[in-house]
């Protein structure tokens, strides 16, 4: 299937499950993770209509910012220190932000283009070894740590469960997430903008969506397979 058949299959879908929540997909972030794919099938997506693209290196991202005119570029990988420099002025949104030292430097790279960042809190919700990310029940208190970072601006969680077989337990950890988020908004600080839940990637996102997320993270079904 074409680029453009598989987002109009996505919409579809993204329509139906907010549906089912009282919402449209005009309530739903997309989000088309380009990472290993070429710049012509970002420009085709573009050209389709998509305006907000995800990468997970900075390296790559860079490569392709350049190449890429009118969208928006999103951070959702793991982010190491000695790269914030090179995205802290080429990115809209940080979704993975996974420790104080990293806020420290995006805080201090952010203050010297003269900028605020939003950030989102990257959460292990399945407590995996292979994965980044703040547990569930340190979540409060690591955003607490934020409020002396006066050019972070935290707009709410993102997380990649685990995977399972049990669309259920799926179910479950998308569940916890939202009340987590549900958390975070009833905290009132200036550098807090509660307004995101990033979770759903293409095998999950009609659930994630079903249980309140409002980003969604999709590049299989856009772009189809990675190589
Ligand atoms: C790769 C990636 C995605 C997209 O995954 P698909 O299964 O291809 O939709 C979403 N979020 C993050 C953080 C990723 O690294």
Not at 18 to 26: F, L, S, Y
Not at 35 to 51: F, Q
Not at 67 to 78: C, E, L, S, Y
């Amino acid at each position: 299937m074409s680029i453009s058949e598989n987002i109009a299959k996505i919409f579809s879908k993204i329509d139906e499950a907010a549906e089912k929540v009282g919402k449209t997909r005009n309530d739903i972030l997309l989000v088309a993770v380009s990472k290993t794919h070429p710049v012509e099938k970002i420009i085709e997506a573009r050209d389709c209509g998509l305006c907000i693209f995800g990468e997970n290196k900075a390296q790559e991202l860079l490569q392709k910012y350049d190449k890429v005119k009118d969208v928006k570029w999103h951070f959702i990988g793991h982010l190491q220190r000695n790269k914030v420099k090179y995205i802290i002025d080429k990115v809209d949104l940080i979704h993975s932000l996974d420790s104080i030292p990293l806020a420290e430097e995006i805080d201090k790279r952010a203050k010297k283009v003269g900028r605020k960042m939003p950030v989102l809190i990257e959460v292990n919700i399945g407590k995996e070894e292979s994965k980044s990310g703040i547990y569930e029940e340190d979540v409060l208190e690591f955003a607490k740590q934020l409020t002396e970072f006066e050019n972070i601006i935290l707009q709410g969680v993102m997380t990649i469960p685990p995977i399972c077989e049990d669309a259920n337990k799926t179910r479950d950890y998308f569940k916890r997430m939202k009340e987590i988020f549900e958390n975070l908004k009833l905290l009132n600080y200036d550098n807090f903008d509660i307004k995101f839940l990033s979770m759903g990637m293409t095998n999950d996102f009609e659930i994630a969506i079903e249980e309140g997320a409002n980003v969604v993270r999709i590049g299989t079904g856009i772009f189809g397979s990675r190589l």
